[in-house]
Each structure stands twice: as structure tokens, then as C-alpha cells.
């Protein structure tokens, strides 16, 4: 005959469902008196009972495995081959050609414009003369130049200070002149006789040789056919 169950014991049933999860294994028998029991612990010996299993719990969702995140590839900076030493040579040598120049011409213009030389710039039929109160600030500027350039060594100091002293010379106005006078007593016009010409011609190659490049130059500063005195 089966047997309803009172309230207490629904109430006491729903709670034992319940309880699996939290404690574990639960023992479900029936007493002598037909009540139905929901323990923890097994009931008294002889008792048949059942095991109730606890419930599983909520599985967990399966890790979502994260793409790989590949480090960043860093591009070497391009190699910068060294120039060839034969080219490293090359520039050595014409800076030191240039700055060899540099110094002759610095040394031969500042010799003009501290001596008593009224000086200008350009060609003959467009002259631009210096003026005396922009003398200082000229002779200032080729110092500088003069320190930057000329060597430092006795031996090649030497040569430059000779070889401005030859363009001095040569840029002269006398020599200039004599230049020329040999030019026009070599035309045919002119009347000169053979003697006259070879005595001039070796005036002019002891004296007044001239120098390839710097005859035609007009960005230098040259002497004025007129000898200017300073006041004092």
C-alpha cells in the first residue's frame, strides 16, 4: 500500500534534493514506520537504503584559445657602405688643394690692403674700388680666411708665403704693364727690333711671370695704377 507523505516531509524531501550539491552524498531509506529519510550518513545496519549522487556541476565553458600575436619584425636600417678610400683620398686632396689656394690669395690681398694701395674688384672698363672706411672690415674678413686656410707647418707656410709674394708680383701694375708692352712689341705693326723684344721677353719671365688662371680673374683684389698715400 503506498503511502502519501505529509507536508513536513515534502518540505524535508525538496530540501534533501537540494542538499546533494552542497554536502555531498546523500543516504535515502525508510524506517519501520514507513517515513522515507534523506541522510548524509548511512542509516542504522540491516536498513537497506539508496545513494543519491550529487548533482554535476555547471560545466565549465571551454577556454577560447587566443590567436597568436606574432612579435613585430623590426627592418634593419639599410648598411651605409663607407665610401671607397680611394674617393676619402681624392676629397682629402682637393680640399687641401682648395684650401692651399685660399691661403695664397688671402695672404697676397692682405698685403694689398694694409700697404698704401688704392684696391678694386672686377674689369678693367667696370671697376668697383674699395672705400676707405670698408677697409678695415675687408682686411678682417681675409685674416680670418688667412687663419682658416694657410697650414700651420713651417715648411709648406713657408712656400705659401713665397708663392703670395710672387702674386703680388705678378698682379702688380708694373708687371701688368710690362706684360703688355711685350704683347704690342711682338705685332707686326709694331717697329721693335729683334734685341728690344728678347730683352723685354726676359724682363718679363724673370720678373713677371705670369700665372695660368689668375690674369683673367676679377673677384680679387688688385692695385690701382695710381700709388695712394694714407693720411695720418
Aim: hydrophobic fraction near 35%; glycine fraction near 6%; charged fraction near 25%.
Amino acid at each position: 500500500m503506498r503511502t502519501a507523505l505529509p507536508r513536513r516531509s515534502l518540505v524535508l524531501l525538496g530540501i534533501a534534493l537540494l542538499l546533494p550539491g552542497l554536502l555531498g552524498t546523500t543516504y535515502k531509506w525508510t524506517d519501520s514506520q514507513g517515513q522515507v529519510h534523506f541522510t548524509d550518513t548511512p542509516p542504522p545496519a540491516g536498513v537497506s537504503y539508496e545513494t543519491v549522487a550529487a548533482p554535476h556541476g555547471p560545466t565549465a565553458a571551454p577556454a577560447v584559445p587566443q590567436p597568436a600575436v606574432a612579435p613585430a619584425v623590426v627592418a634593419p636600417a639599410p648598411a651605409v657602405a663607407p665610401p671607397p678610400p680611394q674617393d676619402i683620398r681624392a676629397a682629402a686632396v682637393t680640399t687641401a688643394v682648395r684650401d692651399d689656394e685660399r691661403c695664397v690669395e688671402a695672404l697676397f690681398q692682405l698685403q694689398l690692403l694694409v700697404g698704401k694701395y688704392k684696391v678694386y674688384k672686377g674689369p678693367d672698363d667696370a671697376r668697383r674700388y674699395l672705400d676707405d672706411p670698408d677697409r678695415p672690415a675687408e682686411i678682417e674678413r681675409l685674416t680670418r680666411e688667412r687663419d682658416e686656410s694657410c697650414s700651420k707647418e713651417p715648411p709648406l707656410q713657408g712656400s705659401q708665403q713665397r708663392r703670395a709674394a710672387q702674386l703680388f708680383q705678378t698682379l702688380h701694375p708694373d708687371c701688368r704693364e710690362a706684360r703688355e708692352k711685350l704683347v704690342n712689341m711682338q705685332r707686326p705693326s709694331a717697329r721693335s727690333s729683334p734685341g728690344d723684344i728678347e730683352e723685354q721677353r726676359e724682363y718679363v719671365a724673370n720678373f713677371c711671370p705670369g700665372i695660368p688662371g689668375v690674369d683673367g680673374r676679377t673677384d680679387l683684389w688688385r692695385a690701382d695704377w695710381v700709388w695712394q698715400w694714407h693720411r695720418d
